[in-house]
């Protein structure tokens, strides 16, 4: 579940692409991270908004679970925002469509790789380390630096939007799926 909570609000951005909601597009230059231009994101990556789909996402676990699910999940949910606020470009709106913010770590494609990578090892350390048997966890960290990897390698050129957001949302199903088996106690 907290795997899917960070992620919450960019499946929920590219459901809303696909929709014709929200507006990305491809922007042509040599630094993968940038290649694709947040044009109209306020319904998912705004901080007013995020903070209203984390509200949800509270009331509805509370509900569900207990309070305590509510305020893990929702504070993940937030998180997205803050940690997207360090790597964007000023794009990340404050309100709505409104005061754009982001300092832009993308711009050093070198070094967001790295500790986006070193974030991956560090979390699942982090995560794990208490753990009997390390192997599904492993071959989670594994699979997502082996699939992260081609964003910083992959050739300049334009992917369609519409690829790109089923590529993203299939990709976060297939992690989700390994993470939840990661979890899984063996029987």
Do not use: C
Request: aromatic fraction near 18%; hydrophobic fraction near 55%.
């Amino acid at each position: 579940m907290f795997f899917i909570a960070v992620q919450f609000v960019d499946i929920l951005a590219f459901i809303s692409v696909l929709l014709g909601v929200e507006k990305m597009s491809y922007n042509p230059t040599s630094n993968p991270f940038l290649r694709t231009s947040m044009d109209y994101i306020p319904l998912t990556h705004s901080l007013s908004n995020s903070l209203g789909i984390a509200l949800i996402v509270f009331l509805v676990f509370w509900k569900l679970k207990d309070k305590t699910w509510g305020i893990a999940l929702s504070m993940g949910v937030l998180s997205h925002w803050f940690i997207d606020f360090i790597a964007h470009t000023p794009d990340m709106p404050l309100i709505f469509n409104s005061y754009k913010v982001g300092l832009g770590l993308w711009n050093y494609p070198w070094i967001a790789f790295l500790l986006e990578v070193g974030f991956f090892i560090g979390a699942g350390y982090y995560l794990y380390k208490g753990s009997e048997n390390l192997k599904r966890p492993i071959i989670l960290m594994t699979f997502l630096v082996i699939f992260y990897a081609p964003t910083m390698f992959a050739p300049e050129g334009e992917v369609p939007v519409a690829v790109m957001s089923i590529l993203s949302l299939s990709f976060y199903i297939i992690f989700a799926a390994l993470a939840w088996w990661s979890e899984k106690k063996k029987k």
